[in-house]
């Protein structure tokens, strides 16, 4: 069993930049993707940002540029740099994880509200 606990939600406004954090348990964190998701109130969950076991990452193309995912296998956390935050950024953001395994887990969430 993994938890990911994620941080770092709040209000910002347009243009503005947040930084989430997500901390996983279990040992088999270094060896797992790590990925990024978001809902928006009304929309389905749409895939964010990954980042593999060996660092390369991908990313949604309306945040590309914007966005940087990044991860600390020493401390088992994933991170995610958002920069000139857009209205349309506004959503519940979710942490996941891929183990080996193939099985997938969540965190519970964290707001974001991108508003003047």
């Known amino acids: 069993q993994v938890q990911l606990v994620e941080s770092g939600g709040g209000l910002v406004q347009p243009g503005g930049s947040l930084r989430l954090s997500c901390a996983a348990s279990?040992?088999?964190?270094?060896?797992?993707?790590m990925n990024w998701y978001r809902q928006a109130p009304g929309k389905q969950r749409e895939w964010v940002a990954t980042?593999?076991?060996?660092?390369?990452?991908n990313y949604v193309d309306s945040v590309k540029g914007r966005f940087t995912i990044s991860r600390d296998n020493a401390k088992n956390t994933v991170a995610l740099q958002m920069n000139s935050l857009k209205p349309e950024d506004t959503a519940v953001y979710y942490c996941?994880?891929?183990?080996?395994?193939?099985?997938?887990?969540w965190g519970q969430g964290t707001q974001v509200t991108v508003s003047s």
């Open positions: 279990g040992s088999i964190f270094s060896i797992s993707t």
């Open positions: 980042i593999i076991s060996g660092g390369s990452t």
């Open positions: 996941s994880i891929i183990v080996p395994t193939g099985r997938r887990y």
